[in-house]
């Protein structure tokens, strides 16, 4: 009889997120053995165009976040080992945060697994330009004073009324 030991790990791809807001990297994983106080967690980050990787977490009964580098004092533990769960967030994101991200997970005796990789997007969260039909009409007479009010259509009773006199 052979006892197959077996530790799956799973993460999103990609994530994106946006400068400023709270990004999650979630990674959950599925073991075979309970979890105990051997259990460790790593997250590393790799930036883009490059070979070097930082730790950035490191998990074995308490958390203990990256006391140095680009995540300092950014890193949190949101997730709880005895539902398999294991991620961390990101607060007051940057555009330099832009990389891969490895969640390594070990609970001996499962110890061999796959490591998944996030490849974390954050942009500039864009500034809404709003475009809409205008309705108008005229008071007066087309004569070189005219007034012309106008709403946006579909949302009359939400927006003041804009005048455009024309000369």
Known sequence: VHIVLSLEINADAHVRGYVGEKIKLKCTFKSTSDVTDKLTIDWTYRPPSSSRTESIFHYQ??????????FRDRISWVGNVYK???????????????????????????VHHNIPLTELTVTERGKLIATSLLQCSVQGSLKSKAIYLCNPFGSLDHCDKVIFLLS
């Open 61 to 70: 009964s308490f958390q203990y976040p990256t006391t140095a580098g680009t």
């Open 84 to 110: 398999g769960d294991a991620s961390i967030s990101i607060s007051n994101p940057t555009l330099k945060d832009n990389g891969t991200f490895s969640c390594a997970v070990k609970n001996p005796p499962d």
